[in-house]
């Protein structure tokens, strides 16, 4: 639904309304931080850390119009709104179009429209509004796939209900920051690319669960009609650039196409299924088949074993192609659901294909999931022995413990372990300080300090690194990935202490 930013201005804002205190609205009227509003039938509403959320479908059509709060200015109203700009369409919409802009002052408040339809595999209208005063601005953001103004009427009443009020009574609003600049939440519709697998022996560390981490959680805009076997609440979702919806949840990830549905559940007690195995202890618990069919190599490698069959459903009766695939280095069983073999050879004619679905395990990365200590703990050792005489000659190791501590806008890297044979190994123990800034899948770390405490030396630097980094699950775990770009053998997965 392609919208007129000048129509659409006038609906959101009632310019005789706009100073009302939220004390004299009606008893059907909500709110939420600087706005008022009253939700029409349908809309289902979500409340995060730094927005409100609203989602609406009818007829395969949907809308989200999400209400950010109101935060410390920028300096003026065209820098405000090209940081809302960048910080929430650009690293999460293809845009390639011209965007549309006007501008307009009411009631002490400088609104900035920017509106454009998104190219790449999935479109969708994108408008972005920003309200601007010397204090501070929030924002509008509007996303839908309705190309056909299906959801005209759903829209319109909730965009004229919508009110705000003046810039004096929003000062109360605004949240203490020490950095206005920096990026905030928004995990909705990016198109991200891959990364890295999950190092799945983080599960072991203490107090890694993934409630301790708030995400942004978004409806399946696909919801196709296959099922999910031992469906858990999602704790995080994302589209990616090539068309699949991704949703985490404390024990599985599962993708979506409109086709097709791939589980990827995670293995976590040794000695790992087989196919086999996992069809009669997990699988047959929701479907039943006359017989199954499996690759006649058997284990390749070691690596993956493969199986497939037209099941029913026990749940609802409904029947429907199934794949699973274990990889044994992952570890993950991965479950693939749809009408028929045809489509989903479409999707993957390579069966190890099934089990490459994890690259899309990667989630964007903002300030206010960062925040806190992560820690990664690496151990290796080998045993030696004497060349002519086979004696042992004792053991060789590298121990480390590193841990990245995000606080405000402000990081301190702090790294200790130690390097030698036993019982004659040197320690080390180092930290660097400094400030960082991170938007989605980048983050540039800004070192002005380096510390070795063994020497007592600390030295001031001016030196800037730049990292891939990404949010991965893993069974009740939430990960975080870093990259060093430069040298790409500096990787971390992180759990949060």
Known sequence: MKLNIQHFLKKILI?????????????????????????????????????????????????????????????????????????????NYVVKNDISTEFQEI???????????????????????????????????????????????????????????????????????????????????????SQTSINQNNNDNNNASIDNIVSAVFANPYNPPFPTPGEQPVKASIMMDVGWFVEATNDYIQYTKPDIKVIEYFLTETPYPNKDAYWQNYLSRYFAAENYFTLNEGPSYFSFEFAWANALYKPNGQKYFIAWLVDYNVPAAFLAICQSEAVFRSNFPDNKMLGEMQRYNNF??????????????????????????????????????????????????????????????KA????????????????????TSRTDHMAKITTPKNESVEYYVAFMFAKNTKVLFMQNKRYTGMTYHLIKK
């Open 364 to 425: 964007p990365v903002d300030i206010q999931q960062i925040q806190g200590e992560w820690i990664e703990s690496n151990f290796a050792g080998a045993h030696m022995y004497e060349v002519n005489t086979g004696n042992y000659a004792g053991m060789s190791f590298a121990s480390a413990a590193s841990s990245f501590t995000f606080s405000g806008n402000k990081f301190r890297f702090f790294v200790q372990g130690a390097t030698g044979m036993v019982g004659t190994a």
């Open 107 to 193: 009631d002490g408040w400088q609104l900035t429209a920017q509106s454009v339809t998104t190219s790449g595999i999935l479109k969708f209208n994108v408008s972005l509004i920003t309200f601007s005063c010397s204090y501070g601005h929030a924002s509008i953001l509007l996303v839908n796939n309705d190309f056909q103004n299906i959801l005209d009427g759903p829209i319109t009443d909730f965009i004229s209900s919508l009110k705000v009020v003046s810039p004096q009574e929003a000062l109360a609003y605004i949240k203490p920051s020490n950095n206005a600049n920096v990026p905030f939440a928004n995990t909705q519709l990016p198109g991200s690319q």
């Open 15 to 91: 310019v005789s309304t706009l100073s009302v205190s939220f004390l004299n609205v009606d008893a059907q009227t909500q709110s939420s931080n600087i706005f008022s509003y009253t939700l029409p039938a349908g809309f289902v509403k979500s409340r995060y850390d730094d927005k409100t959320e609203f989602y609406f479908k009818k007829n395969k059509k949907w809308v989200i119009i999400d209400l950010f709060d109101i935060r410390p200015s920028n300096g003026n109203a065209a820098e405000d709104a090209r940081n809302d700009w960048n910080e929430i369409v650009a690293p």
């Open 428 to 447: 080390f123990q180092e930290e660097e300080t400094g400030t960082f800034n991170v938007n989605g899948y980048n983050l540039v770390i800004n070192i």
